[in-house]
């Protein structure tokens, strides 16, 4: 490789690893402040960049929810799926029930699944992320989907997109009541409802 070819692969290189840093620092922001706290100025902020570099890497604002979201998703997916072929079959679906409906999964500040605290503002006053949200719903659907009993296709879609919903609904109540007992409750419920319908009982 000569030393031309050598320089434009690290400044790539360099290039893309900001590129993952400012995404880091904005899916960190919206999990903290939603959607309009994520300002620009202190994602480039809290990503020790200038806000003027910003635009080497993103279009707008915007762009870059949209990229952190779809990122943060993508995680999140790996996370709640991985390994579950060691698990038994009818147990899957309440794994990953587990898995995200955990006070560790609540507790986390700026890590775990972000979209519960941005729903609303998505349908209001950010509806220009509403693509973003349905590709993520269809996604941890199909997933969720694959893992349920067997069923028509309709039927485990359904069954999949009620679950995503408790999902969803049941983590952003329990971080809403955050160091009440109550919010170990919500999520003990919400256990117990999806296991309901994913297996037929209320084992959890």
């Known amino acids: 490789m000569s030393y031309y070819d050598h320089t434009m692969t690290s400044k790539r290189e360099q ?23 994520a300002r620009v100025a ?9 806000v003027g570099g910003f635009y080497a890497h993103f279009g707008s604002k915007a762009e870059l929810i949209d990229e952190a979201l779809r990122r943060t998703g993508a995680k999140l997916r790996d996370t709640l799926f991985a390994r579950l072929d060691e698990k038994p079959a009818a147990d899957r679906a309440l794994v990953i029930l587990k898995r995200y409906l955990s006070p560790a999964h609540r507790d986390l500040q700026t890590e775990g699944c972000p979209l519960p605290a941005v729903v609303g503002e998505i349908a209001t006053t950010a509806p ?45 109540l329990a971080r809403a009541l955050r160091g009440t007992q109550l919010s170990d409750e919500v999520l003990k419920a919400c256990r117990a409802l999806g296991a309901l319908a994913a297996r037929g009982d209320g084992r959890r």
């Open 15 to 37: 290039k893309e690893l900001t590129h993952q840093t400012i995404l880091e620092s904005a899916a960190r922001l919206v999990r903290e402040r939603g959607i309009a706290g």
């Open 42 to 50: 202190d994602v480039m902020g809290r990503a020790r960049l200038t």
């Open 128 to 172: 220009e992320h509403g693509a973003v949200l349905r590709g993520e719903v269809e996604a941890l659907a199909a997933g969720i989907g694959t893992h349920l009993p067997a069923g028509t296709p309709l039927q485990r879609r359904q069954l999949a997109l009620a679950l995503v919903a408790l999902m969803y609904g049941g983590l952003g």
